[in-house]
């Protein structure tokens, strides 16, 4: 109800402040000052000065003055149209003629300038206030979603989401603000210049950082593969380096190759590139952060439930060192919990028995925990599930037998550091709302689980992604076209 809440409060922030602007301009644009370029330090009114409006039912010119020095027109709109307009002036006994300035009037009655393909018109600040204002109600209501996430122990795809958001959002605007403080920004379409450089500058800027998660993933694999043998799975990592080094550098060729912006495609296939890897870059470093987070997690101790997730276990049914700190963890904080406020935890043992495996994985935790003296009347076995996404839909399944109900129940999970995000993202499919207990492991692991939820992110929200690229294009096209 909170994410409804704030998704809504940020949509009618958004139109609230797009609204504001149309009609601010609507109000401001039947006049335009053009300017000419000519600078008369020297005097402190206008020279003699002819003004030609080839079409005059489009504007009229209502006054001719100097603005800081500057000559400048007064502009008045008639009609709708376009319309060119010659100045010439008379200073030091000699004429000068000024280039020629193209005029339009859009059917709102707004003025609006396209002299050398610089858009300017009467209240185009407030087009870019009303930008930098959305861009700053975004930036709010993610971190604000970000933190309550974390806070609650909801770690999910919507917490990557809106972390990668808030690192993509932040960075744009940082730099918009940092411009607009530091630079006169006289016309729209120098602003759209700044929209398109802080792409490329973020970009370039997380270039060094991700070289090294490329290295450093491609390093991780390769010891993965030395110590778990060769799967698709444990090579993720040397490809997304491979992919994302070819991905990136097309994308900032233009730093390296200036010629490259001179392109006919440049506008429509290079700066959309620029802000989808850049998206993407952000969405994986706030896959990392939360995964991260999460294991830093301090579950509540006042738990009803216990699941432990399983994996392989040894040929003689005992368990492997990974199995056996998720064993541990699990009953060192059902030990601490008991300490704490006098209440047991039921342990649910999970994990069905593979081909090469003597007994079911629930049944060999099930051994060991009666073994470290939990007694039998404290654990239900789970011995079917062949999967993490089975561990918790059986697991559920098993406490439901029992308790009737799920609803209502305090549950918790018990993994390995580097699977606990993923415990989270499963959980929540099978509508459990699981906090979850983190056993330690290799570092070498990590790297790869991250980049599994980074796939499993792009995979579970397709469909916001796929928005997101084809926004992007048409908002670049768009400027092309215009």
């Known amino acids: 109800m909170k994410l409804k809440k704030r998704i809504t409060a940020l949509i009618i922030g958004l139109v609230a402040v797009m609204l504001f602007s149309f009609f601010y301009i609507f109000a401001v644009g039947g006049h335009y000052t053009l300017r000419t370029g000519s600078e008369f330090p020297e005097r402190n009114s206008p020279p003699k000065t002819k003004v030609v409006i080839e079409n005059e039912n489009v504007v009229k010119c209502t006054g001719v ?16 149209g376009d319309t060119g307009i010659k100045v010439s002036y008379t200073h030091g006994g000699e004429t000068y003629v000024q280039d020629h300035y193209e005029i339009c009037v859009n059917a709102f009655g707004t003025i609006i300038e396209k002299t050398f393909n610089m858009i300017g018109f009467n209240g185009f600040q407030a087009v870019i ?7 700053f109600l975004i930036e709010i209501i993610m971190l604000w979603m970000y933190i309550d996430y974390r806070r609650s122990g909801d770690f999910s795809y919507g917490m990557v989401a809106c972390g ?3 690192i993509y959002v932040g960075a744009l605007l940082a730099y918009l603000v940092y411009s607009a403080i530091n630079k006169t920004i006289n016309s729209l379409t120098y602003f759209i210049i700044l929209v398109e450089d802080a792409g490329e500058l973020f970009l370039f800027l997380l270039t060094p950082f991700m070289l090294l998660i490329s290295f450093l993933l491609t390093l991780s694999n390769i010891w993965l593969m030395r110590h778990e043998g060769f799967r698709p799975v444990n090579a993720l990592g040397i490809l997304f380096a491979v992919l994302w080094v070819i991905g990136d550098t097309l994308a900032i060729g233009s730093y390296f190759f200036p010629a490259i912006s001179e392109l006919p495609f440049y506008e429509v296939v290079v700066l959309p590139s620029v802000y989808i890897v850049t998206y993407l870059e952000c969405m994986f470093l706030s896959t990392v952060a939360c995964a991260f987070v999460a294991t ?24 492997t060192p990974l199995l056996k700190g998720r064993v541990d963890s699990a009953v060192s904080f059902e030990k601490r919990q008991y ?14 028995q593979g081909a090469d495996e003597v007994i079911s994985e629930g049944e060999a935790m099930e051994n060991y925990l009666l073994s470290v003296g939990i007694p039998s009347e404290q654990i239900v076995r789970e011995d079917k599930s062949v999967n993490t996404f089975e561990n918790m839909k059986l697991s559920k399944k098993v406490i439901e037998s029992r308790e009737g109900d799920i609803e209502g129940k305090k549950i918790a999970f018990a993994t390995t550091n580097y699977h606990l995000f993923r415990g989270y993202i499963l959980a929540r499919k ?14 070498y692991f990590f790297p790869n689980a991250f980049l599994r939820e980074f796939v499993g992110l792009l995979a579970d929200k397709k469909l916001h992604h796929i928005a997101f690229v084809i926004l992007t294009v048409a908002f670049f096209v768009l400027l092309d076209h215009v």
């Open 296 to 319: 830093k997690y301090k579950t509540p101790l006042d738990r009803d439930y216990i699941i432990i997730l399983g994996c392989a276990i040894r040929k003689d049914g005992t368990l």
């Open 430 to 443: 099978n509508g459990i709302d699981a906090k979850g207990i983190s056993a330690k492991t290799k570092q």
């Open 164 to 166: 990668g958001v808030s």
């Open 129 to 135: 206030y009303a930008i930098i204002a959305q861009l």
């Open 65 to 80: 003055r100097l603005d800081n020095k500057a000559l400048v027109l007064d502009l008045e709109a008639v009609g709708k």
């Open 339 to 352: 300490e704490k406020t006098g209440r047991h935890a039921v342990f649910v043992p999970s994990g069905g």
